[in-house]
């Protein structure tokens, strides 16, 4: 007769002995970010953009409450706004039909009567401020070497929060009964109006470390939410709303992967960074 005995599995025990008994990972470690406050100027660019370009300028402003991890926020200001050239080609094309005295009574002009306003340029969507408070992550750190004989410390983090967007984008118009000033033809429908969109933020970056107190970073944000960049009427009607109505509203904004690349130059306060045992 067999007997089974029960025996605990026990993960085997590593004893160290000798000088490296109870030591760090790593000694004279540079802590560049614990307990020090970032205040990193920026310029974020839209990237991948249909019809207009973006450049904006704000910073970003950290308390790094340990060396991993840090709470702050992102803002910035849609200073400089650059049609594509496809909006120009657009234009250039809206001009020459409008040349025509007769354009309202042709089938282009019909057609395009409640998308295409007098400059097409005018009418296009905008981000023109971002507010993100935010989480940030500094999961990896190292140093780079550069032709083998410079070396950069580096960092990379990641970072998460919600956003806060001002757009602007073309005011909702439909034609009213009774009000011959009403509809989306006119000159006036055209023009934009402004809202504030919230939409998750995340992205990732890296930092290099000039010296003890600056360094430079570059960094990649995605902020997706729906807003109608061109003006355009492209749902509402038809079967289950997927057709044009001659209308402007909520239903003509489709969602976008909206991207920015971000440069900055951050300052670390206090100067002087701490270093580990």
């Known amino acids: ?10 993960a085997q025990e590593i004893l160290l002995t000798g000088p490296l008994a109870g030591a760090p990972a790593v000694r004279k470690l540079r802590l560049y970010r614990e307990k020090r406050i970032e205040i990193a100027p920026l310029a974020s660019f839209t990237l991948l953009d249909e019809y207009q ?4 300028f704000g910073a970003r402003l950290n308390y790094n409450i340990t060396d991993w991890l840090a709470i702050g926020a992102y803002g910035a200001y849609g200073a400089v706004k650059i049609p594509t ?9 809206n001009e020459n039909r409008r040349r025509n005295p007769n354009y309202r009574t042709t089938t282009d002009g019909r057609l395009t009567a409640v998308n295409m306003g007098p400059d097409f340029t005018k009418q296009l969507g905008s981000m023109d401020w971002i507010v993100a408070p935010q989480l940030t992550g500094v999961p990896f750190r190292g140093k780079l070497a550069l032709f083998q004989s410079i070396y950069v410390d ?3 983090y990641f970072f998460a929060g919600p956003a806060f967007i001002g757009v602007s984008e073309r005011k909702d118009c439909e034609v009213k009964a009774g009000d011959p ?3 989306c033809t006119t ?7 402004s809202r504030v969109a919230i939409a998750p933020t995340f992205g990732l970056g890296f930092t290099f470390y000039v010296n003890k107190w600056n360094a430079i970073g570059f960094e990649w944000r ?6 109608n960049t061109g003006g355009i009427d492209t749902k509402g009607g038809g079967k289950d709303g997927e057709f044009p109505d001659d209308k ?13 690349l971000t440069i900055s130059y951050n300052f670390y306060f206090p100067r002087d960074y701490r270093v580990s045992e």
């Open 53 to 56: 370009r973006e450049i904006l």
């Open 248 to 260: 402007i509203s909520a239903d003509d904004r489709q969602f976008h992967f909206n991207q920015l």
């Open 181 to 183: 000033n009403s509809g």
């Open 187 to 193: 000159d006036q429908s055209f023009d934009r109006g």
């Open 85 to 93: 050239s496809l909006s120009d080609k657009i234009q250039g094309v």
């Open 1 to 10: 007769m067999l007997a089974a005995t029960e025996k605990n599995a026990e």
């Open 154 to 156: 580096t960092d990379l």
């Open 222 to 227: 995605g902020l997706p939410f729906a807003w």
